[in-house]
């Protein structure tokens, strides 16, 4: 399992009953996690007062419940030591800052698993510009609110950001500015995702590296239509046509419960591998939780590289 684990500010501190106490830079919220399927004891005394509480409601959805936060507050993430380029130009150093905020169905605006992603995506494009002397053109899509794109562009890499969400794109746009990339080479595009490849195949368009973090169901600007399990190896294989002729990389994250590691693995072999040749790693993707040592699964990555 990869585990995101060099967090400072973002900590899971217990699991119990279908939920996660996590301290969000000292606001300590209650969540559902549908992967706590353990009902132990709530040893931890946050249990007890946290600032908010996301109840899941068995029609479906959920709402929060409200005892003492803020409307909006921010934490950060530290790059490791040595990855980030564009951003030791900056006051910032190698740190990425989220604007955090309690929105609809239990989020936040960071999923902080991805934070080990970050981590492999942004050494893998540091070393290309050492040895290259050249920033990788890398493509983000279902890109959110930006951890993918913020570590990337703090990389060094031309950053392409697409997602169907105005709203998302908006917030990816105000923690680019707080973590100091308001002038890095990132592009924002509210657009489908599926159209958008389609148009930069046509116009000839190859990106050295992509990412993508697909949802299990979704729609796009215009009401198009996304189910993963119909949808997402289609788009791989459709993917692999933007890839440069000197790629770098290749990421897929799934939340999806079909979709496991030797899923996204085999996927990966068949749409990328096959044409590039490389190598094609896949494991779960976890948090530590402070309170047992034990480690929370939040999901899975498949990771092609040349």
Not at 10 to 25: A, H, I, P, R
Not at 220 to 243: A, D, H, T
């Amino acid at each position: 399992m990869w585990i995101a684990e060099h967090w400072t500010d973002y900590q899971v501190k217990d699991t119990s009953n279908g939920e996660k106490l996590e301290d969000w830079g000292g606001y300590l919220l209650v969540r559902p996690d549908p992967q706590v399927i353990w009902n132990t004891a709530k040893k931890h005394s946050g249990w007890k007062k946290p600032n908010a509480h996301y109840h899941r409601s068995k029609k479906g959805g959920g709402e929060w419940e409200f005892f003492d936060l803020p409307e909006q507050w921010s934490i950060d993430y530290v790059l490791p030591e040595g990855v980030s380029s564009y951003n030791n130009k900056a006051e910032h150093g190698d740190r990425l800052t989220f604007q955090l905020k309690p929105f609809a169905f239990k989020h936040t605006g960071v999923f902080p698993e991805q934070a080990v992603n970050w981590d492999w995506t942004s050494a893998l494009i540091k070393d290309r510009i050492e040895k290259s002397g050249k920033a990788p053109k890398i493509l983000n899509l279902f890109a959110y609110t930006g951890g993918a794109t913020m570590a990337a562009a703090a990389a060094g890499a031309n950053v392409t950001h697409v997602d169907a969400s105005k709203g998302m794109v908006l917030w990816a746009k105000e923690n680019a500015q707080a973590s100091g990339l308001q002038d890095a080479p990132i592009r924002y595009l509210v657009d489908d995702c599926i159209k958008f490849v389609e148009r930069e195949i046509r116009r000839g368009n190859h990106y050295d590296g992509i990412i993508m973090d697909p949802p299990s169901y979704g729609r796009g600007p215009k009401g198009e239509i996304w189910k993963i399990e119909e949808n997402v190896f289609p788009f791989i294989e459709l993917c692999s046509n933007l890839m440069s002729d000197d790629p770098l990389f290749f990421l897929i994250n799934s939340y999806t419960t079909g979709l496991q590691p030797a899923v996204l693995k085999y996927m990966l072999d068949l749409a990328v591998k096959s044409k590039f040749g490389g190598h094609i790693e896949s494991e779960e993707i976890g948090l530590p939780v402070g309170q047992t040592g034990r480690v929370l699964p939040c999901g899975a990555s498949g990771r092609w590289m040349a």
